[in-house]
């Protein structure tokens, strides 16, 4: 039986990171300082995964900031990113995408540390526009012209570096529990 378990968790586990490395955005929860009631703010916010840890690109504009600076505690919840039309297909017939959420600390990154997260960034553009290159022309081809989730991964992740527009602070997300885990339980 413990081997059972074990290959269990070992499968979920792999699930999960499939999960949460295919994507490049998630949903932010944080608590608002000026209520006693405790309000949640929500919002859709960019991050990648380095070193097995979310970073989070949140815009300045956005309230999460001031509620970061009195409470740092806070979730992140990042689902299987499948496109727009696919996802309303599943949600229609109750199929729910896969999804993992976190309970954890937001940590502000260091302004030394900042320039070697953005590199990061930069690096993993570049990679992922190798791999695209290095297979075949048929693969190529279709990859171009209809992967919706390609392009805009890359462009998003280009966005977060190049976007004069838009100014944002970056977090590094350390993750305490695993609160949501229905990458393949609840099928």
């Keep these: 039986m413990m081997k059972g378990s074990k290959a269990n968790l070992s499968a979920l586990a792999e699930k999960c990171k499939t999960v949460i ?30 070193r097995g840890k979310p970073y ?25 990113p499948y496109p727009g ?13 896969e999804r993992v959420a976190f309970t954890g600390e937001i940590v502000p990154v260091k302004e030394k ?18 791999a695209i290159s290095d297979t075949p022309n ?3 081809s279709i990859l171009n012209s209809s992967d919706q ?7 998003s992740l280009r966005a977060l570096i ?6 944002y ?5 350390v993750p305490r529990d695993l609160v949501d885990k229905t990458c393949g339980w609840n099928q």
């Design 169 to 173: 602070v970056i977090y590094k997300f």
């Design 21 to 50: 490395v295919s994507n490049w955005q998630g949903y932010l929860n944080t608590v608002k300082p000026e209520d006693k009631a405790s309000i949640i703010h929500t919002s859709k916010i960019k991050y990648v995964m380095r």
């Design 56 to 80: 989070l690109w949140v815009p300045e504009s956005e309230p999460h900031n001031v509620n970061i600076m009195f409470d740092e505690r806070g979730s992140f919840s990042i689902a299987h």
């Design 138 to 140: 048929s693969v190529r």
């Design 162 to 167: 190049n976007d004069a527009k838009e100014k």
């Design 85 to 97: 039309p696919l996802a309303a297909l599943f949600k229609s017939i109750g199929k729910l995408p």
């Design 149 to 155: 989730m390609y392009a805009s991964r890359c462009d």
């Design 113 to 130: 540390r900042v320039d070697a997260v953005k590199k990061y960034v930069e690096e993993a553009i570049q990679s992922e526009m190798k």
